[in-house]
């Protein structure tokens, strides 16, 4: 392939690449920016692992622990996206849907990419939407229930029948008070 016994030599001195090693240059930090930037990645990692630790929990159904990780995670790491989409995940499980939405908006703020954020954050929209529309038709109901009072279930009629009579010999004991007076 190489005819002149000479071409690695050449190659490597055009490319300042040195023959022991890797042919990737290395740059050179100093004590201070090799602490910090190691620093920097243990507290990603210990952050991602924090996150992991508190999916287990909500995974068992223990949101108040898996917060506090998450939390914890967002202390040591508060740009940890997963930690925000792991948060909002758990608001979702416990139906707070605009608490959610906003933990959603903040990993999205963080990694406008991050497929997760937007794929929950469209799933949160959808269940706010629900939940508004049961709101409003719960509403309308007991509007309506205020102008046609409902009529007692059926297994509730004996009780409510004693109740009705209760409520009238009352009255009609207030009306006899009265007029004896």
Avoid: C
């Amino acid at each position: 392939m190489f005819h002149n016994p000479y071409s690695l030599k050449f190659m490597l001195e055009a490319f300042y690449l040195s023959d022991v090693g890797t042919f990737h240059p290395r740059k050179t930090f100093s004590g201070a920016e090799f602490y910090d930037r190691l620093r920097e990645l243990q507290n990603k990692q210990w952050a991602q692992d924090t996150v992991a630790a508190g999916i287990q929990f909500a995974k068992s159904g223990d949101y108040s622990r898996a917060m506090k990780n998450y939390n914890e995670a967002l202390k040591i790491d508060s740009y940890n996206s997963d930690a925000f989409v792991a948060k909002g995940a758990a608001y979702v499980n416990v139906q707070m849907y605009l608490e959610a939405a906003e933990e959603f908006d903040k990993a999205l703020q963080i990694d406008p990419d991050h497929q997760n954020a937007r794929k929950y954050l469209e799933i949160t929209k959808t269940k706010i939407e629900e939940a508004s529309k049961e709101r409003e038709s719960r509403n309308l109901e007991k509007s309506d229930s205020n102008i046609h009072p409902p009529k007692s279930p059926p297994k509730y009629d004996s009780v409510y029948s004693q109740l009705k009579s209760l409520l009238k010999n009352a009255k009609t004991d207030k009306s006899v008070k009265k007029k004896k007076k």
